[in-house]
């Protein structure tokens, strides 16, 4: 049965949505406030009906319903939505806050509501493929991972960097370890405005020994979204800003002889994987589990990653 979905907000990120989702044939509705924009949309997409009301399009009842609006205004949409035991992608961050999330997860269980959280990149086909390369254990035993997330901009006033780009990366790091952080270290630096990070490190302890640590900066000379993991028996990068978007694999680890530490090198290998687009893949998935559960970017994963959000904004505020 064709699905019929509502997308929540039409700004930068929203517009992906109304577009991709019109090219799986999914497109529904468009709830927009400003009634400029929204016409606009309503010439380009012409079989969507359009609100600036929400309420007028939650009672139209649609199977899903994307929510790309400023993070201050998901907890209030969100839960007007899942009262109403409908089905919600949201955007990330889930909510400003741990509480906020952790009440909307419950709504959407006491309504039988399925609730999903958009990080987006843990349906990147190369994130998919880092983690099937770890669990055959490509790379033996995992040691750690870390993430570099950089650029010169987009500087925000009321956040702090990691706020802003370190959702992405905490989220992959949980689905790369199957876990949530035990530990979590952190310090930033404000160099552009008082009281806002234009730069964090954090470091994570995962159970079994992992580690993780992630670098983000919008104060940097070039960009880079690199990611490398570590293990006994090999290593793994992949740096998203590139053209080429390659998964090296490094034959090369660290063994004792003799009780001397000697390193043990082997070509190196690029490992091939589907090129597919992460928010086609994403939305299609959400499209496809409106009727069962939720199981990759659930809403108590994205709970998660608020709370992580927030312990380290205590940390990196101290």
């Known amino acids: ?26 497109l529904a509705a468009i709830v927009e406030s400003n009634a400029e924009r929204l016409n606009n949309f309503l010439t380009q997409y012409p079989s969507a009906k359009g609100f600036t009301d ?11 319903y994307t929510v790309a609006v400023p993070a201050e ?23 400003m806050t741990a509480q906020e999330s952790e009440q909307l997860v419950k709504i959407a269980k006491d309504n039988n509501a399925r609730l999903m959280v958009g990080h987006v990149l843990l349906f990147h086909p190369a994130i998919r493929k880092i983690k099937e390369l770890i669990g055959c254990k490509k790379i033996g035993k995992l040691y750690y991972i870390y993430s570099n997330r950089l650029n ?34 952190a310090k930033g630096e404000c160099f552009l405005q008082k009281n806002v990070c234009d730069c964090t490190v954090t470091q994570l302890e995962y159970p079994d020994n992992v580690h993780g640590h992630i670098f983000v900066s919008w104060l940097h000379p070039f960009k880079q979204q690199l990611l ?40 190196d290998e690029i490992i ?26 659930s809403g108590k994963a994205g709970l998660e990653v608020v709370r992580i959000l927030e312990q380290v904004q205590k940390l990196i505020n101290k």
């Open 1 to 26: 049965m064709e699905k019929r979905i509502c997308v929540i907000g039409g700004g930068r990120w929203g517009k992906n949505h109304i577009k991709t989702l019109s090219g799986m044939g999914c």
């Open 272 to 297: 091939a994987y589907e090129k597919k687009m992460p928010l086609e893949e994403e939305l299609h998935y959400f499209v496809s589990h409106t009727d069962s559960e939720i199981e990759i970017n």
């Open 228 to 267: 490398v993991v570590v293990g006994s028996e090999g290593m793994i990068s992949f740096d998203d800003a590139t053209t080429e978007k390659e998964i090296h694999f490094y034959n090369k680890k660290i063994e004792f002889q003799n009780g001397i530490p000697a390193k043990v090198e082997q070509p």
């Open 54 to 64: 929400i309420d007028e399009a939650i009672a139209e009842r649609y199977d899903g």
């Open 152 to 185: 010169l901009g987009t500087v925000r006033t009321e956040e702090s960097v990691f706020a802003s780009f370190a959702p992405h990366d905490i989220s992959v790091l949980d689905y790369l370890t199957d876990s949530h952080a035990t530990q979590i270290e």
């Open 73 to 95: 205004l998901h907890f209030d949409i969100g839960e007007k939505l899942l009262k109403k035991g409908l089905n919600v992608l949201m955007e990330k961050p889930m909510t």
